[in-house]
Structure formats: structure tokens, C-alpha cells
Nanobody, 124 residues
Framework: QVQLVESGGGLVQAGASLRLSCAAP????????MGWFRQAPGKEREFVAA???????FYADSVKGRFTISKDSAKNTAYLQMNSLKPEDTAVYYC??????????????????WGQGTQVTVSS
């Protein structure tokens, strides 16, 4: 119902960098926690990173120190800077705008507020 516009994926070698972007409607951007999930073939969807209303950031242990999430409120856009990419980062990355933190980790309570997904492939 609420579609996010996502871009920035590609094919790179290990150690390279990519930057993903995700644009949302203004009301959605202002009210919701934004971030990314990813999913590799045959695996479950995995939380990657999130950014809160006041700019606080959260990361999966697997990407801490390598990925940085940020946002530009004037453009209603979130960014995921991915450095030192590894083959294990290969997945389809999905932007979301309603991430929820729970006792067991990060989830998504609604079927809405998804980007279309962008493929990130990292070769060794």
C-alpha cells in the first residue's frame, strides 16, 4: 500500500563499498523507524540496520563497524553506507519504514512500508 523507492545495489568485489538509498512519503518518514532487512536465497529475512526518529542508530552484529545508516529529512530519504563488503553480505536488501524493536530483536509489524528490493552481490 505504501511503497518506498529504493536504489543503490550492484555487483562488487569483496572490500568494496555501496550506498543504498530509500525514499518515503514525508508523513511516513517522519513518524516511523526506518531501516533495512536483507534476504539471501534459501535463508530467512534478516535485520540489518535501523534509524529512529531522533537519529539513533542500530545495527546487526554482523555489520557493526562496516555499515552506517543515516537520513536526510529534507529529502525524506534514508541511506545505508556499506563498506568493507563481504561475500556473506550478498542478498536482496529491502528498505522498510516501520521497524519495531522487541526483546528478541527487530521485526516489522505491517506488510506495508516496503521498498521493492535491490540486489547486492559481493564476489570473493
Amino acid at each position: 500500500q505504501v511503497q518506498l523507492v529504493e536504489s543503490g545495489g550492484g555487483l562488487v568485489q569483496a572490500g568494496a563499498s555501496l550506498r543504498l538509498s530509500c525514499a518515503a512519503p514525508g508523513r511516513t518518514f517522519r513518524r516511523n523507524v526506518m531501516g533495512w532487512f536483507r534476504q539471501a536465497p534459501g535463508k530467512e529475512r534478516e535485520f540489518v540496520a535501523a534509524i529512529s526518529w531522533n537519529g539513533g542508530t542500530f545495527y546487526a552484529d554482523s555489520v557493526k563497524g562496516r555499515f552506517t545508516i543515516s537520513k536526510d529529512s529534507a529529502k525524506n530519504t534514508a541511506y545505508l553506507q556499506m563498506n568493507s563488503l563481504k561475500p556473506e553480505d550478498t542478498a536482496v536488501y529491502y528498505c522498510a519504514a516501520d521497524l519495531l524493536r522487541t526483546a528478541t530483536g527487530w521485526g516489522k509489524p505491517s506488510d506495508d512500508y516496503w521498498g521493492q528490493g535491490t540486489q547486492v552481490t559481493v564476489s570473493s
